[in-house]
Structure formats: structure tokens, C-alpha cells
């Protein structure tokens, strides 16, 4: 029986060799693939984009940032997100809240038409904009009238970047509300809490991880809006030109250098946006953990 049980080690010992190499190579087969196609979509274009920037030294990189267009193009787009990013926070919170706490006809309606901005294009959503507020849309002969400038100026950048990024915040706080549930806000109420208190002490500190990331987002798209932007703004220079525009406007007129230098800003916004993201991704992780346990 020993000499048996011997005999079937080596074979058993084989079979789980032969059984685990194929799986180790295709875990490397699908990492190497995986990086690969990271290599050449994301970080070769990336790497380029701040060799470029910086071919020439960091004395003409810094010259480009000096610029009057560079400069007003920064202004604008740190304006629009200004305006933008409160204006749907306050939006997706009350979505939010009514989504996540009320039953009501037409609920599946309003979660759908939350997500057109997800389903249409950019550039079709600056169009709709076009169409209504331009100088032979709807709303055109009222607002020429009454002197209001909407497109080709600053209140129809801000319409069509505000369409652009309604959903993350609400997207972001609907999961949250709906997993933490009423008790805390019902007891809070039957401890003498009106609607205020327990938003801000009991609602508000709740969903407070989930609702910075859903700015956050929403602050990234803003800065980076082009398709929507670039159809209602008219891309002036100076006037209505944001980083995007500005970009794309340089590479045009053969500046490369002032685009490429652009390009690093925005990228750097990413990076400030990815780091942002994976701290509140973590501290979201560690805060599930506590509940658990």
C-alpha cells in the first residue's frame, strides 16, 4: 500500500503541473495584453504629449503659459466649472434624494431621461442648444429683443457643459441613499429633528464620500468638455476659447508647442483627478469595512 501511495505521488504531482501551467499562461497571455494595449492607447500618447511640452526646454514651456489666449482660455474654463459644478450638485441631490426616497408614476421615466446625457452625443446636445437659444431657435427672437446673448457667449457654454455633467452627482449619491435607508432620518425625526437638521447631521454626513466623488467627476468633465462647447461657443480667441478649444485651436495654426504646453495642464488635472478619486475610492472601502464589522 506504501509503495502504492508512493507510485501515485509523482502522477498526481504532474497532472496538477500540467493542470496549473496553461492557467499561469494565460494569466500572463491577458496581463501582457492588458498592458500592451494600455501602452499604446494611453501611456505612449500621454509620454508624448509632455515630450512635446517640453522639447524645446522648460524656458519656452513656461513662455507658453504666459500667453493672453492661454491665460483667458484657463479663466473661462475655471468660470464654466465654477458655475456648472454647484448648479448640478444642488440638482443631483434633490434628484437623488426624490429618486431614492419616494415611490412615485414615472419614476423609471425620470431615471431614463437622467441618463440621456450619457446616450447623447456632445455635439448633438450643443445643436439642441443651437436650436433653441440661437438667433433662429425658439427663444431667439425673444432673447434678441430683450438684448440677452446666450450662444457664442458665456451662458451657452455653461448650458451645454451644465447638460453634459447633470448625471454624476446624482448617479453617484441615488446608490448611497437607497443602501443607507430611512431608519437614521426616521429616528432623527422622532427625536424632534426638523427636514434641515437631519439633512445636514444625518443624510449629509452619510453620503458624503459618494456625493465628493460624484463633483469630482462631474468637475473632470467640465474642465475637459469639448464636443458641446466647441458648437456653441464659436471658439474665439480670448472670448470663448477654453483649454480644449484652445488645444485643438494651436494644433490647427501649427503652435504646437502652446498645444502640447495646454495638453500637460490638462493632463496634470487628470492626474489631480485620478489621485483625488482612488483617496475617496479608499476611504469609501475602509468606511464599508467599519459598518461590516
Aim: proline share 5%.
Amino acid at each position: 500500500m506504501a509503495s502504492l501511495g508512493s507510485s501515485l505521488k509523482p502522477s498526481e504531482a504532474a497532472s496538477t503541473a500540467k493542470e496549473v501551467k496553461p492557467r499561469d499562461w494565460a494569466k500572463i497571455g491577458l496581463i501582457t495584453t492588458a498592458v500592451l494595449y494600455l501602452t499604446l492607447i494611453l501611456f505612449i500618447p500621454a509620454l508624448n504629449v509632455f515630450v512635446q511640452a517640453f522639447s524645446k526646454g522648460i524656458g519656452p514651456f513656461l513662455a507658453n503659459l504666459t500667453e493672453p489666449a492661454f491665460q483667458n482660455a484657463v479663466k473661462l474654463t475655471f468660470i464654466i466649472a465654477a458655475i456648472a459644478v454647484p448648479v448640478n450638485t444642488v440638482f443631483g441631490l434633490c434628484a437623488a434624494w426624490v429618486i431614492a426616497r419616494k415611490r412615485f408614476r414615472g419614476r423609471a421615466l425620470l431615471i431614463s431621461i437622467l441618463d440621456v446625457p450619457f446616450s447623447v452625443s456632445p455635439v448633438v446636445a450643443g445643436l439642441m442648444i443651437v436650436l433653441l437659444y440661437g438667433r433662429n431657435g425658439w427663444f431667439g427672437p425673444f432673447l434678441e429683443a430683450h438684448d440677452i446673448k446666450i450662444i457664442f457667449a458665456l451662458p451657452g457654454m455653461v448650458l451645454a457643459t451644465a447638460f453634459v455633467t447633470l448625471p454624476f452627482v446624482a448617479r453617484e449619491v441615488i446608490p448611497v441613499l437607497e443602501e443607507l435607508g430611512t431608519d437614521q432620518e426616521e429616528a432623527a425625526q422622532t427625536l424632534g429633528a426638523n427636514n434641515w437638521q437631519i439633512f445636514w447631521r444625518v443624510t449629509l454626513p452619510s453620503i458624503r464620500w459618494g456625493l465628493l466623488y460624484g463633483v469630482l467627476l462631474t468637475n473632470a468633465r467640465a474642465m475637459g468638455e469639448f464636443g458641446a462647447i466647441s458648437v456653441v461657443s464659436g471658439n474665439i480667441a480670448s472670448k470663448t476659447q477654453t483649454l480644449p478649444l484652445f488645444v485643438e485651436e494651436s494644433y490647427k495654426q501649427y503652435q504646437t508647442e502652446s498645444a502640447y504646453s495646454a495638453a500637460v495642464l490638462l493632463a496634470l488635472l487628470a492626474v489631480v483627478t485620478l489621485v483625488l478619486k482612488e483617496i475617496l475610492e479608499r476611504k469609501t472601502r475602509i468606511k464599508e469595512v467599519k459598518e461590516d464589522t
